[in-house]
């Protein structure tokens, strides 16, 4: 393919609303272009990279044994009503009418809809275990579309679903997604790290998401120093083991005035005292009652964990506080409260501490949780925080940022009975079919391969899925002998399986060099008339500075031997 004939719209400044450099080089390589808020247009190059990404996934997927499908990806609406999900999606999704005025919903995701493939076409156990995939668009009506691919309203998934007769041959299945997503990423050239992750609106009893670290990702991982444990934050679980008697620990309980004071912050300024000795406690309302929530003063409820010991709490308004502390906001604590009371697990063994007085204004020292107070209940209910131990009581946990690509759910019945994906067992009995969902954001993990892999002149692309593998930079094309040998290797390599385009614009060396930086593909061979002169032409790969000179008979062989040794180490 010759540049001229092309759209490949480089630019040299960075376009003034792209944040994260990824999505910079996205736009400056002309890979892509903007239509909206969350909408883009795949260029060329972007479309061919984009295929490349697609072509790994589907041959994974095939190799592990699913089917590939293509599914509507606009659906009617009663379909979203059987399991309930119109109205728990309702924020995320859109919505359209036809002309008869039925209401139509674009797919966010396909649960329900192969679900209701599966009820009508799967009725025996000898048609299990099935897994079926789609690569297709997606919408989604995100609050804040933003980095470019990363989170669009419109973008590309591979959405698998498994079918198994029990949950055991359920978690066989998921393994072998859970396998397949590692070899894609590693194919893709993506260091991705897989992470125990909550399960969410989607129901379910375990997943996993594959995280690409990077700083500028949306999501928090919890990571093991010794590499043993990772979960991201909403998921993660630490083992605190700092002491926690703290001084004043054999002394008596004593009030301490705190006026105008019911921040934490602010009473451990006033007393001198690190946030971690004071005792968190909030008031939330769950089933219309309240219950105290109580926790160490730096760390804050996770409302994931609290929601899965008690549905649906919230928070409860400044009123029902006064009602049930006898105090103002900021005053709550353990001691004579009488409504029940859940700890973080962390509180443990408290001796010491300083707690809210349930008076307005005051504080009480020396709290010894056992001697002083009725609580008795611990669970884990905060989030970990760095250089907590993880669960498994091996390393200490740090932080890091990451890119979520893909996700894995064990997803158990909640679908199948909604939609009445039932089997008949060997027996002739009938059972709901236990259920996985796999995502891949093939878009986003398109973008997420430039985040992770370039320098400060450009893209640096990994070989399985550079939109070509080699430039032939013609450095003066006018020159017939030049053209002649470019159009020569072109030939030998393209006859080999390889992407080949060559750069044949009438523009200055140094032009041409940087577009080519900035492009990043694997492999440029630069041929010149000074070059030819001496019988010679160039070859770099673009991660590495130097050029090798070649002879004009070899440079076609050795181009192709450097693809390949790059091909072998993804
Ligand atoms: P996120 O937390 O980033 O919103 P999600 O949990 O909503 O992701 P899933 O529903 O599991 O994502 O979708 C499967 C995959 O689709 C994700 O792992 C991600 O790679 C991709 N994806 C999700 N939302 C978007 C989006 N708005 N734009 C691009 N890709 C997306
Ligand atoms: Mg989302």
Not at 236 to 265: H, M, Q, R, W, Y
Not at 308 to 322: N, T
Request: glycine letters at 8%.
């Amino acid at each position: 393919m010759r540049w001229s004939n092309l759209l490949i719209p480089t630019l040299k400044e960075t376009p003034q609303d792209a944040e994260i450099i990824s999505h910079q080089l996205m736009l400056r390589a002309g890979l892509i272009r903007r239509l909206g808020s969350g909408l883009y247009t795949y260029l060329p190059l972007g479309y061919k990279a984009l295929r490349k990404v697609e072509a790994i996934v589907r041959e994974e997927m095939n190799r592990a044994g699913a089917q590939e499908i293509l599914m509507p990806a606009m659906h009617p609406r009663e379909i979203w009503d059987r399991s309930g999900r119109y109205e728990s999606l309702k924020n995320v999704m859109f919505r359209v009418k036809d002309r008869q005025d039925r209401e139509m919903v674009l797919g966010p995701t396909h649960e329900e809809i192969v679900t209701d493939l599966v009820s009508r076409e799967i009725t025996s156990y000898k048609q299990l275990p099935c897994n079926f995939y789609q690569i297709q668009t997606k919408f989604r009506d995100e609050i804040r579309p933003r980095f470019g691919l990363m989170r669009c309203k419109e973008f590309i998934m591979k959405d698998a679903y498994s079918f198994d007769v029990s949950s055991e041959a359920a978690d066989e299945s998921y393994k072998k997604m859970y396998d397949a997503y590692v070899r894609i990423f590693k194919r893709c050239g993506l260091h991705a790290m897989a992470v125990e992750a909550d399960t969410g609106d989607m129901g379910g009893s375990s997943s996993h998401e594959f995280m690409i670290p990077c700083d500028a990702g949306e999501d928090a991982i919890l990571e093991a120093d010794d590499g043993s444990y990772a979960a991201n934050l909403e998921r993660a679980e630490g083992i605190c083991d700092l002491s926690n008697e703290f001084p004043g620990a054999d002394a008596a309980l004593k009030k301490v005035a705190t006026p105008n004071v019911g921040k934490i912050e602010d009473v451990a300024k006033l007393l001198k005292i690190e946030p971690r000795q004071l005792v968190k406690t909030l008031i939330y309302v769950a089933d219309e009652k309240p219950v105290a929530v109580l926790l160490p003063g730096d760390r804050d409820v996770n409302e994931i964990k609290l929601h899965k010991l008690l549905p649906g709490a919230e928070l409860a308004d400044p009123e029902v506080i006064r009602q049930v502390t006898g105090a103002d906001v900021g005053f709550a604590g353990p001691v004579g409260l009488t409504i029940p009371m859940i700890a973080d697990r962390s509180l443990k063994g408290l001796r010491g501490g300083v707690v809210g007085g349930n008076e307005t204004g005051v504080h009480l020292l020396n709290f010894d949780l056992e001697r002083d107070s009725e609580l008795r209940n611990f669970e884990d209910i905060a989030f970990p925080k760095v250089g907590d131990l993880a669960p498994n009581g091996k390393g200490r946990l740090t932080e890091k940022r990451g890119v979520e690509v893909g996700h894995v759910f064990k997803l158990g019945t909640k679908y199948t009975e909604a939609l009445g994906a039932n089997f008949l067992d060997e027996h002739g009995k009938s059972h709901p079919a236990v259920m996985g969902c796999y995502g891949i954001g093939v878009s986003r993990t398109l973008q997420a391969v430039i985040e992770q892999s370039n320098d400060k002149f450009g893209i640096i692309w990994p070989v399985s899925v550079a939109p070509f593998e080699v430039l032939i930079t013609v450095l003066s094309p006018k020159d017939e002998a030049c053209m002649r040998h470019a159009e020569e290797i072109r030939e030998f390599l393209e006859e080999k399986g390889l992407d080949v385009l060559v750069d044949d614009r009438e523009e200055r060396p140094g032009f041409k060099f940087k577009d080519a930086d900035l492009l990043g593909l694997p492999l440029r061979v630069t041929i010149g008339e000074r070059g030819l002169a001496k019988g010679e032409i160039e070859i770099k790969e673009r991660s590495e500075k130097d050029f090798e000179a070649v002879s004009v008979e070899e440079a076609a062989e050795k181009a192709y031997e450097r693809i390949l040794k790059m091909r072998e180490l993804l």
